[in-house]
């Protein structure tokens, strides 16, 4: 009767497993379990079989004792043993091995002396009590004694000397502590007379421990039911490229894909054709089409699903356009489809050209009927609330102990629903805005759950309406040593109950995208996670978080945290937040929103209503140091004790995350042409470090030397002074060309003046417009089709003068955007710039004709530390005779290294300067230098030649007067 027993609980487990992975679920990890670990004789010889479960093909058992002998019978271990003859209980572990993997069993015989050997000698239980088994092995008459909110299930007492099933029901509890019991089993001794001295009766006992309300346990899900995935056992693809297979679709492993050929010139490239088999026809109720998680190329767009009960003859089920989405899809039949076989027409596909196909896995589904019915307990489908008039006697009926415990701790006012039960609202998917603005791609985490869930567990996530959306969750695992975990596995949720075995650890959100940026159809969605484990997250935006920052920290239990403010999202180790964050996270949420939300407002998307509807996303990761890519950016856990304590972030380390989110907003590609990506992004990093957190300007107080000593006069010396194109310039030394920040320079300048000079800046126009807001709208606006990157330079220099209202020719010639250049630029990627002489002439002709007037002052020397000047124009006032003295000095080191015998230059009490220019008697530059990083009555720098006769040294004012200087 064991047997049929065990077989039937083996059977009912079947639908679960089988969603969890498919029968073949492509794992090499070898796996064991065993039945018992405890395994009692009476003195008699005999046996007993214990179930065991492996992935090995080959496992053995072996014995400490010659007495007891195990064997190996198919899928269960026999254990035999010897009679004993022995006085006392005797003891043999017996192994059981597969692979790597080891499990052992206590075998225990009785001998002639009284015992009581008891298999498992405690019990821990939840508040709503339930069933205790234990087997009861002795070869005296005993009997049994129980704390009173344990009793016995009735039972046949079995013959002395045998193993005896012993059943009790423990009560449901109202206290809010634990409560500890002891069943003990006595030897009854026989009726003797009162003068014969007493044995001792020999006893044993089980300990019972019974969790409190105020300790919320949630079930392991083993009585619910998952929908049954089904085993696709073959499939063919029509395009494919080698190495990526169709079987990579469906060999259970995420990471890995199906990718249709590289090679996709061919006008009959689509449609390609995809078939999956199943072993026999079986009963599908909807499928999930998972694309690849990194990388877009090959994302299904336009799809015909076709199905076919024979394997033979297909008939077409649906039209999809899964629209090329990074989250996966999911097609619910109207009604259950019999088939063998489906076939995917796929029409079109992200990437390059055409596009490609590509599929990380391809799952088919049929829904479980052995489900708990909702509605006998609860108000809707995701449980988070008891029906009126639901009694304990309700609850007490419910033949699912998972249900039967929230309903429990619910009736008790005990159950813990923060960050179990939420609300969920839509956002739009990233991508709309990305086109849009055509930036990167926002977040697609703004749904934190505060749950983290572990691998292999079984994660009951139970849902309400979903009005007709698909709702799916993310497990991201950022723990990926010497690696970004940015990413994680989607799981796709029904309405109703979810059982989702869960493949790699990792915190949880909820993936609920529209695909338009306003749907208002798109309500908010209750969702329960009845297990998993609460770490929490801190919301800055959420009232029920005000002051609790230090609290909900405290409490998390995962080695990551999520923290969310209205514009940014961060997740970063918990540890590190906790060491250099404290009891500031408000502060710190509140200076990142600060960061998004001031270079959205300098794009211009505050005036223009068009504010990212995703937060920006930053993660902490293990390789390169920090970066931007689609969807987040990423920070090395070394910058945190930088970027996660709020003086330092508003100080010397903002720069790092402004410069990276900076990244993410380059408008591409009227403000990003090639040569610019680590240029224009910085427009952001400078605008963050000055004018929003009032800090020195890294432009003009990086000490770049004895020369130039700031990097505005590194680069006026190496592109205005030589007259060079603003993509190719060469400064001092070798290998020293093409600084990026000396590119950023004249962008920086133009914020510098417009902005802060003139006041056409967000933070001083009503209407949160101004230079830049006006410059990014355009880039926004304009079609760049067919247009060539030296094309798109000049047009920057158009929008410029159009949008300033004054004709900025000069200062771009300046700046070399005017002059002729062909090469090919190294800027992720090989980028070819060419701008012509005719090229010149006729935007020259299309700026002359807006009419505009020139700036009335040296725009090109603007900087950080003398743009107030420019308000007010005032005339130099002349200081003191400059002086030379002779200095050599080197550039560079090893075989970079170039040695100069140059001249160290001293001015001393000249004021309203905005720099210095040194020309040889030709007229030629030799440099050009502000001669300081911060304002100084003493200005030096050094050139790199020997002063001579006829040399000239000149101050310039900010009207642009050039006033000599004499020399000593």
């Known amino acids: 009767m064991k047997k049929y027993i065990l077989l039937f609980f083996l059977l009912s487990l079947l639908p679960c497993l089988s969603t969890a992975c498919s029968d073949d679920d492509g794992s090499s990890t070898p796996n064991l379990t065993v039945g018992k670990e405890t395994v009692d004789f009476n003195s008699e010889s005999g046996s007993q079989n214990i179930a065991v479960t492996t992935n090995v093909d080959t496992w053995t058992v072996k014995s400490d004792k010659n007495w007891c002998h195990p064997s190996a019978d198919g899928m269960a271990l026999k254990i035999s043993v010897d009679e004993s003859d022995e006085r006392y209980v005797r003891k043999a572990t017996v192994t059981v091995i597969a692979a790597d993997q080891t499990k052992t069993i206590t075998v225990r015989q009785l001998g002639y002396e009284a015992a009581i050997l008891v298999d498992q000698p405690s019990f821990e239980v939840g508040v709503i009590g339930g069933e205790i088994q234990f087997d009861v092995t002795t070869n005296v008459e005993v009997a049994i004694t129980l704390p009173e909110w344990i009793t016995e299930k009735p039972a046949s007492r079995a013959p002395a000397t045998v193993t005896t099933p012993h059943r009790y029901m423990v009560k449901a509890t109202g206290l809010d502590s634990q409560r500890h019991g002891n069943i003990e089993i006595t030897e009854v001794l026989p009726a003797i007379d009162p003068d014969t001295e007493q044995a001792e009766p020999v006893s044993a006992f089980v300990f019972v421990t019974q969790k409190g309300l105020n300790e919320f346990a949630e079930g392991n899900g083993e009585d619910v ?37 590289w090679s996709n010139g061919a006008s009959n490239y689509f449609p390609i054709t995809l078939t999956y088999n199943f072993e026999t026809v079986t009963d599908v109720d909807y499928l999930i089409y998972h694309p690849r998680n990194n990388g877009n190329n090959g994302r299904f767009k336009d799809t015909e699903i076709q199905y076919s009960a024979d394997g033979h003859t297909f008939t077409k089920l649906i039209d999809k356009d899964f629209q090329g989405s990074a989250t996966a899809g999911k097609v619910t039949f109207d009604q259950t489809i019999q088939a063998k076989s489906f076939r995917f027409i796929v029409k079109s596909g992200s990437g390059d050209g055409q596009g490609f196909a590509s599929c990380a896995e391809m799952e088919f589904y049929a829904k479980n009927p052995m489900n708990f019915e909702y509605s006998t307990l609860f108000t809707d489908a995701s449980c988070s609330e008891l029906k009126t008039g639901i009694t304990e006697d309700d609850i007490a009926k419910c033949e699912y102990p998972f249900f039967k415990n929230i309903a429990y701790y619910m009736i008790k006012g005990k159950y813990p629903a923060e960050f179990r039960i939420s609300e969920f609202k839509a956002y739009p998917n990233p991508d709309i805005q990305s086109e849009t603005h055509k930036t990167n791609p926002y977040s697609q985490l703004d749904n934190p759950t505060g749950i983290s869930v572990k691998a292999g567990e079984n994660l009951i996530v139970l849902v309400g309406d979903t009005h007709g959306y698909d709702i799916g969750l993310r497990v991201q695992n950022l723990d990926a040593p010497e690696n970004d975990g940015f990413g994680g596995v989607t799981y796709l949720l029904n309405q109703g109950i979810n059982k989702l075995t869960i493949s790699e650890q990792g915190l949880v959100y909820v993936m609920y995208v529209t695909k338009t940026l306003d749907d208002p159809a798109a309500a908010p969605v209750k969702i329960h996670f009845a297990s998993g484990k609460v770490n929490g997250y801190f919301d800055s935006q959420n009232p029920e978080h005000n002051g609790r920052w230090s609290e909900l920290l405290n409490k998390a239990t995962n080695r990551y945290f999520d923290v969310l403010g209205k514009y940014a999202h961060l997740t970063f180790e918990t540890s590190d937040l906790r060491t250099y964050t404290g009891s500031k996270g408000d502060e710190l949420i509140d200076l990142y929103d600060k960061i998004v939300y001031s270079e959205q407002q300098l794009l211009g998307l505050e005036k223009y209503d068009k504010m990212f509807r995703n937060r920006m996303y930053l993660n902490v990761m293990y390789k390169s140091y920090m970066y931007a890519t689609a969807y987040h950016t990423a920070y090395n856990r070394t910058t945190m004790n930088e970027i996660c304590s709020p003086e330092k972030l508003k100080t010397s380390a903002c720069w790092g995350p402004a410069h990276e989110i900076g990244h993410c907003n380059q408008t591409r590609p009227g403000v990003l042409w090639g040569g610019n990506t680590e240029v224009t992004n910085n427009i952001m990093s400078e605008y963050i470090q000055t004018t929003i957190f009032g800090q020195p300007s890294r432009i003009q107080v990086e000490d770049m030397g004895i020369t130039y000593r700031n990097r505005y006069s590194k680069a006026w010396s190496g592109i205005i002074a030589t007259g060079s194109p603003h993509a190719d310039f060469q400064n001092l030394g070798k290998n020293n060309a093409n600084d990026v920040f000396c590119k950023l320079v004249p962008f920086w300048q133009l914020e510098l003046y417009f902005g802060k000079v003139l006041g056409r800046t967000p933070l001083q126009q009503a209407d949160k417009g101004g230079f830049y807001p006006e410059v ?33 020719l000069d200062f771009f010639t300046k700046w070399g955007f005017l002059t002729p250049v062909d090469k090919e630029l190294d800027d992720y990627g090989k980028k070819q710039l060419t701008v012509t002489q005719d090229m010149i002439d006729a935007l020259k002709q299309k700026v002359n004709a807006l009419g505009g007037t020139r700036p009335d002052v040296a725009l090109e020397y603007i900087s950080d530390n003398t743009y107030e000047l420019y308000k007010t124009k005032p005339a130099i006032i002349k200081g003191e005779n400059a002086t030379h003295a002779p200095k050599t000095f080197t550039v560079g080191s090893g075989d970079n290294a170039m040695t100069y015998n140059g001249e160290t230059i001293t001015i001393k009490n000249w004021t309203n300067v905005v720099t210095y220019e040194v020309k040889d008697e030709t007229g030629k530059f030799i ?39 004499p020399m000593n």
């Open 225 to 261: 039911k998952g929908d049954i995935k089904i085993k696709i056992v073959s499939g063919t693809a029509s395009s494919f490229q080698p190495g990526s297979n169709i079987e990579k679709s469906f060999d259970g492993d995420y990471s890995t894909l199906y990718h249709s050929s």
């Open 776 to 808: 990014y709208e355009y880039a926004r606006n304009k079609d760049y089709t067919g247009m060539t990157h030296g094309e798109i330079q000049l047009d920057f220099v158009y929008a410029c003068s159009k949008i300033s209202g004054m004709n900025l």
């Open 927 to 965: 440099l050009i230098c502000s001669g300081e990083n911060a304002p100084s009555s003493v200005d030096t720098f050094t050139i790199p030649v020997r002063w001579k006769d006829g040399f000239r040294l000149s101050a310039v004012s900010v009207t642009g007067e050039r006033i000599d200087i």
